[in-house]
């Protein structure tokens, strides 16, 4: 599947043909990724399938009075009573060599650039989608998506450590930022240059 395609997952179940052919495509073109089962962390009103070495992180919800159990294997889950509700997608540097295994790190998600496709909106002039590279930073999402429809961080308890973010709710996209532009007092004026290091897409949200 085409990284054009990722917001298409959305609703599929995790062993639709849409999602394997997407983990095999992102295979196919970086054969040098060591590409594993994904973690699952599963419980009663949501299951992960967290792929650290792609940058990616799948979040179903449970359908049908489906009522997952903790800790339950890939094997273990009810597959047809899962839809993916969430993905998000990482922009962080490789983890170290000795990094834990038992502490596992997400690495940056490998397609570059991705698309992003924005709704369209009546009497508004927003392109139909966006090239994400690693380097997109905070003021080139909003001069592309228009101001958030609702944003926040940039504060934080007594060091300011919480990085700014941006939610355009009828695109079903959240950007969370990173470095040390994204924190802090200032942050919403030095946020322009702060570089995207969580991509959520979501359902988006119709008013």
Same mark, same amino acid.
């Not at 298409?8 to 062993?15: A, R, T, V, Y």
């Not at 650290?52 to 992180?57: D, I, Q, T």
């Not at 966006?130 to 380097?135: A, G």
């Given at each position: 599947m085409s990284?054009?395609?990722?917001q298409?997952?959305?609703?599929?179940?995790?062993?639709s043909?849409k999602?394997?052919s997407?983990?095999?495509?992102?295979?196919?073109?970086?054969p040098?990724?060591?590409i594993?089962?994904p973690?699952?962390k599963?419980y %009663?009103?949501?299951? #992960?399938?967290?792929y !650290?070495? =792609?940058? +990616?992180?799948l &979040?179903?919800? %449970?359908v049908?009075? #489906?009522?997952?159990? !903790?800790? =339950?294997? +890939?094997?273990? &889950?009810?597959d047809?009573d899962?839809?993916?509700d969430?993905v998000d997608l990482?922009?962080?540097p490789?983890?170290?060599?000795?990094?834990?295994k038992?502490?596992p790190?997400?690495?940056?998600?490998p397609?570059?650039?991705?698309t992003?496709?924005?709704?369209s909106?009546?009497d508004?002039?927003?392109p139909?989608s966006?090239?994400?590279?690693?380097?997109t930073?905070g003021i080139q999402f909003?001069?592309?998506f228009g101001?958030?429809d609702r944003?926040?961080?940039g504060?934080g308890?007594?060091?300011?450590?919480?990085?700014?973010?941006?939610?355009w709710?009828?695109?079903?996209?959240?950007?969370?930022?990173?470095?040390?532009?994204?924190r802090?007092?200032k942050?919403?004026?030095t946020g322009?240059?702060a570089?995207?290091?969580?991509i959520?897409i979501?359902?988006?949200k119709i008013?």
């Open positions: 990284s054009l395609d990722i298409k997952l959305l609703g599929e179940h995790p062993s043909e999602i394997t997407h983990i095999q495509s992102i295979a196919t073109s970086n040098l990724l060591d594993q089962s973690e699952v599963s %009663p009103d949501a299951v #992960y399938l967290n !650290f070495s =792609l940058g +990616l992180s &979040l179903f919800k %449970p049908n009075d #489906y009522k997952p159990r !903790f800790k =339950l294997r +890939l094997e273990d &889950l009810k047809e899962l839809e993916l969430g990482y922009n962080n490789k983890p170290k060599a000795d990094e834990s038992s502490n790190a997400y690495t940056t998600y397609v570059n650039p991705f992003l496709n924005l709704v909106i009546p508004n002039t927003r139909e966006m090239k994400i590279t690693p380097e930073t909003v001069e592309t101001e958030p944003k926040g961080g504060a308890p007594s060091t300011g450590s919480i990085g700014i973010w941006c939610e709710s009828r695109d079903g996209i959240m950007v969370e930022f990173g470095g040390d532009e994204s802090g007092p942050a919403w004026e322009k240059d570089v995207w290091k969580v959520t979501f359902p988006p008013e």
